[in-house]
Each structure stands twice: as structure tokens, then as C-alpha cells.
């Protein structure tokens, strides 16, 4: 990671900063090479940030990146990482669209397959 970046974890469930940030910690001490705690974690940390959001609401997301962009420079890139299933893809991805999630500094990864084979893929 850069020094200087924001991470923001979104989903349609509800959940405070402090629930995300407790989920975080337990996927790292039960998946990470390393346990999350001392001065690396908290900096890790302070770095995250938790937005309810889904295909039919991206408003609160949309700030929240704006926000991390100014808050980070001109230079800042974001990169959508979808864990998804396949047939959430297209709404999500038209979402993004509309949201003004999409620029020439973004990046989208899809986790999930789409699509069965190259006809169904298309």
C-alpha cells in the first residue's frame, strides 16, 4: 500500500465504523500472516471506514470517496474491489456509472466468475 491511502468497506448491511473495523480485525487474526495489533494495525486502521450502500443507493459512497479523494490529492487513484454475486454485477456496475464512481483513476475488480462460459460471459 501507498503510505497515504483511505480504504472504504461498503455493503448493503447495516453496520457501525466500530463493527467494521472489529470484523477487519478478526478476518486479519484469523487469515493474516500477522495478528492485528500494535502501531502497523492501528495505523491500518485509521485508515478504514465503513459505508452502507447498495445498487439502489450510492449517494453516502460516492461522498465518502470524494471526500478520501480530496482528502488524499489530485494524484489519488480508487480501485472497486466487487465481491458479488454474478447476477448483481450489470445493476452494481450501472450504479457505479451513475454515481460518478467511474473516472480515469479507477480501477474494478470482480471477484466473482460471471457468466459460465464466454457465450453466457458476453
Do not use: C
Not at 486479519?28 to 491500518?44: H, I, L, R
Not at 459505508?51 to 489519488?76: F, H, P
Request: hydrophobic share 45%; charged share 25%.
Amino acid at each position: 500500500m501507498p503510505d497515504d491511502f483511505a480504504l472504504i468497506g461498503t455493503s448493503p448491511i447495516p453496520m457501525t465504523k466500530a463493527e467494521f473495523l472489529a470484523h477487519a480485525k478478526d478476518v486479519v487474526d484469523q487469515f493474516g500472516s500477522n495478528k492485528a495489533e500494535g502501531p502497523e494495525w492501528d495505523a491500518f486502521a485509521a485508515r478504514l471506514d465503513y459505508i452502507i450502500s447498495s445498487d439502489k443507493e450510492m449517494d453516502d459512497l460516492s461522498d465518502a470517496v470524494q471526500k478520501a479523494d480530496a482528502a488524499l490529492g489530485s494524484s489519488a487513484r480508487s480501485l472497486l474491489y466487487l465481491s458479488i454475486p454474478p447476477f448483481a454485477m450489470a445493476e452494481m456496475v450501472k450504479a457505479i456509472g451513475e454515481s460518478g464512481l467511474n473516472s480515469a483513476r479507477t480501477r474494478v475488480i470482480m471477484e466473482k466468475p460471471f457468466g459460465t462460459n464466454l457465450k453466457t460471459a458476453k
